[in-house]
């Protein structure tokens, strides 16, 4: 499940249960509210999330104030807002203040969680990470991360292995893809240097993970999702 501290500021009781029933719903526990600019602006300092859920009309200030106030904060500067309103009008005056994304209110929540989806996603890449359920991987380290444990540090070649195969899973990917991302050459031809690779992977991780890496028979690999691991 998502373990990003969410700080939804907004002064509509009914809204803010709301949102945080769909937020919870899709895993997200780690949440907070605020239902004025000021107390989102000292929660915000007390303790960074990593993603606000800002309504523009609140009853002290604008949200268009309170993200400027955000945006001028050196410790709060680079953390992603996404605004709420109901008004579409309102957008390019909010991203102007220095909001990253907008979503209008609705009674439906397929657009907020995508769209946080999205801002997960991309903080991922920016740091250099990429998540999968209780996976973590970290390409400045190449350390492998599972269950909040360090599981493994990897080789450059394993790591980018391993990143391959968690990066498309559910999806297979075939020897050839795999080869030529790790070995650097279009046909891997009769060489076995791949699989001698995946068996100095599988080795070097835990067996909850090792276990996912699977051989699709005349195709290539794949790294199952933790429920279709095997026993």
């Keep these: 499940m998502p373990n990003e501290r969410i700080l939804l500021v907004d002064d509509e009781p009914g809204w803010v249960t709301l949102v945080k029933f769909w937020l919870e719903t899709a895993g997200y526990t780690n949440m907070d509210s605020a239902g004025t600019g000021t107390e989102a602006l000292a929660k915000a ?94 390409s400045a380290s190449r350390q492998v991360f599972f269950k909040d444990r360090i599981a493994a540090t990897l080789t450059p070649k394993m790591f980018v292995l391993f990143h391959v195969l968690v990066r498309r899973s559910p999806q297979p990917v075939s020897r050839v893809d795999l080869y030529r991302l790790v070995g650097g050459v279009e046909d891997p031809g009769l060489s076995r240097a791949l699989d001698v690779m995946l068996n100095r992977l599988r080795k070097s991780l835990p067996d909850e993970l090792e276990r996912r890496i699977v051989n699709v028979k005349n195709f290539g690999y794949v790294f199952l999702p933790d429920q279709s691991a095997p026993a």
């Design 45 to 138: 300092q007390a303790c960074p999330p990593d993603c606000i859920l800002l309504d523009l009309e609140l009853p002290d200030q604008s949200g268009m104030e309170v993200c400027r106030k955000l945006r001028s904060l050196p410790a709060l500067s680079r953390i992603p807002v996404v605004l709420l309103t109901g008004h579409k009008r309102e957008k390019v005056l909010g991203l102007q203040s220095g909001a990253d994304y907008f979503v209008g209110k609705s009674e439906r929540p397929h657009e907020l969680l995508a769209t946080l989806d999205a801002v997960f996603r991309r903080r991922q890449m920016e740091e250099g990470t990429l998540t999968l359920g209780e996976l973590v991987l970290k």
